[in-house]
């Protein structure tokens, strides 16, 4: 194999756009994509969002970067809006989602051993999660393809069967359970095929933590910020987490992530137990800023909840004339999952040709995640787009 420049990690797909424009991508030539996967869950403004773009711009001019030796007034500023609008009592800023699930495992190690109990060092993790791509995420999962060539990782994950609360439970009454300090799960899965856990298993995983004096770390990285229709998908639950793990859309393209925690929860993140040169600069506060100041407009969540009404219901009555192909249409909000008959990806690369961007994820899952701006129109044509490629698609099927 000869070396090319960019190391050569990613399968990456022909499309190569150069300019965005709301919920469309352009390449060179002019061809034009409906862009349902938002950068995998990230554009939850779409392209070139006037509001976003004027803020970076304005910042940018103003103070990009400083240092975490110094103060810096938009971070608090963030934070504190931060607390104002959830559970949480304290936020650290990160680049990436996988940093700020670092930092959350990290704050619950922290808290445990703060609290003299450095043996509760464990974390309960599920089958067909995703935590992202460090040497601690990637020890969080069982997805072998993402695990391979890296072992010996960190044993201090054990992963259960998802939405098996039973599992858990007898976890917890095992020897094991002395050893275990938290649980992280999302609250609906996204790599892993659009599964929202069950009512049933996240109010029995809080109630399990609480019951053991253990932490409840959610990974809202892909779900969180609007996408499911309510600010947090934890919301939807009923329930409130120790810990949580943002990132993707509260940049709305920007690389930003945070790690949210009660004040409980981060009793050990003192001077000295964390840090990061880049987390939270100005500009980055600025683009989530400006992500906010869209997303918590009044009507801006009523909104996303109607037009996840009219996708879904427009993607169902899409089945039945494709029944040989699609299954099932799952998810909530505008993070939607169409469970495919056959391999999903094969799916996504043919429906790209057909002018639409979606994303493959497990389980044979093609995933939707359009900007949340997204109007009528939009789903229109996304469903013409789907049925024709679908059309084209049977022959393939059959074969
Ligand atoms: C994307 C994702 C991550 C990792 O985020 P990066 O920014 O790629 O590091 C972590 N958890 C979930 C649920 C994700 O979807």
Redesign the pocket.
């Known amino acids: 194999m000869t070396i090319t420049a960019l190391m050569p990690v990613y399968g990456r797909c022909e499309v190569e756009p150069v300019r965005g424009d709301g919920c469309y991508l352009y390449d060179a030539q002019g061809r034009e994509w409906l862009d349902f996967a938002s950068g ?1 869950a990230v554009n939850l403004l779409g392209h070139t969002h006037p509001h976003l773009v004027g803020a970076i711009q304005k910042q940018a001019a103003t103070l990009m970067h400083t240092s975490n030796l110094y103060k810096v007034p938009a971070q608090a500023n963030l934070a504190q809006r931060l607390v104002d609008l959830t559970f949480a009592d304290t936020v650290f800023f990160t680049n ?4 700020a ?1 670092e930092c959350a495992v990290k704050t619950c190690r922290s808290h445990h051993f703060a609290a003299g109990n450095p043996e509760k060092f464990r974390i309960l993790t599920f089958s067909n999660a ?4 460090t040497m601690a ?1 990637i020890s969080a999962t069982n997805q072998e393809k993402m695990r391979q060539g890296f072992e010996p990782l960190p044993d201090w994950f054990t992963v259960l069967p998802f939405n098996d609360l039973a599992a858990a439970e007898a976890a917890m009454a095992s020897e094991l359970g002395g050893s275990v300090g938290g649980f992280l799960v ?1 609250p609906v899965q ?2 892993g095929g659009i599964r929202p856990a069950t009512q049933e298993f996240l109010k029995g995983l809080r109630a399990l933590a609480d019951k053991h004096g253990i932490l409840l770390i959610l ?1 809202e ?2 779900c969180g910020v609007g996408r499911t229709g309510t600010l947090f998908a934890h919301e939807q639950y009923g329930i409130t987490p120790d810990i949580m ?1 943002i ?2 859309g509260i940049g709305g393209g920007f690389p930003v ?1 945070a790690c949210l925690a009660t004040e409980h929860a981060a009793s050990g993140m003192i001077v000295g137990r964390h840090g990061s040169t880049y987390g939270g600069n100005p500009l980055a506060m600025a683009a989530c800023e400006a992500v906010l100041d869209v997303v918590t407009e009044p009507a801006f969540l009523g909104h996303v909840n109607e037009m996840s009404a009219r996708l879904r219901a427009a993607l169902e009555q899409m089945i039945p004339n494709h029944d040989e192909l699609f299954d099932h249409v799952r998810g909530m909000g505008l993070m939607l999952g169409l469970k495919l008959k056959s391999d999903s990806r094969a799916f996504v690369n043919h429906a790209r040709s057909h002018g639409i961007l979606t994303v493959a994820a497990g389980d044979n899952v093609v995933r939707l995640l359009p900007p949340l701006i997204i109007e009528e129109h939009h789903i229109r044509e996304c469903v013409d787009k789907l049925s024709a490629a679908a059309r084209a698609y049977a022959p393939a099927v059959a074969a």
């Open positions: 995998i990436s989602g996988a940093e699930v995703f935590h992202g791509r995420t999302e996204g790599e990974d990285v892909q793990a990132a993707k992530g």
